[in-house]
């Protein structure tokens, strides 16, 4: 199984795909990409330190760690991370900055650290754009961005 986004190409025909597996693995969209974009500018600020956020990819199972910051240059629908590079903004089911960040060094011998985030100022941030899909849990601040198909 896939561990992050599809393989692309960072054109209309990926866009194309994307909204297929979106059609075919969600019942109701709750995020665009231009929400997606101004709420990950204005999450965008060193003084909040948030170093890591958890990414569920639509049409795959597992949560996946990305570090922070993401880039916002690429073409607009398309959002860069240093895991998988440029991933599609449609993709994202949903994100969560977890209260503790497990950063996590490519060298298994060394123990991960834990970095608390400040999730409730992200969320104040978050609150103040406008209506976004947030809940502040135990676990962190989740946004997001499609229900998925129920059984």
């Not at 054109?11 to 990409?33: H, I």
């Not at 569920?56 to 959002?79: A, C, D």
């Not at 834990?114 to 104040?124: F, K, L, N, S, T």
Request: with cysteine; hydrophobic share 35%.
């Amino acid at each position: 199984m896939r561990r992050g986004p599809r393989p692309a190409a960072h054109d209309r025909e990926e866009l194309r795909r994307e909204d297929k597996v979106v059609r075919a693995n969600t019942r109701a969209s709750l995020m665009s990409d231009a929400k997606w974009r101004k709420l990950l500018t204005a999450l965008d600020r060193p003084e909040l330190e948030l170093r890591q956020c958890i990414v569920k990819f639509v049409g795959i199972s597992e949560e996946q760690p990305i570090s922070r910051p993401t880039g916002l240059y690429p073409p607009h629908p398309w959002v860069d991370t240093f895991q998988f590079g440029p991933i599609p903004l449609r993709s994202i089911e949903w994100l969560l900055f977890p209260r503790v960040a497990e950063l996590k060094d490519g060298d298994r011998t060394i123990p991960s650290r834990h970095i608390a985030q400040d999730v409730g100022a992200a969320a104040r941030i978050v609150d103040s754009l406008g209506r976004y899909p947030v809940e502040l849990s135990d676990r962190g601040l989740l946004i997001t961005g499609y229900l998925p198909i129920t059984s």
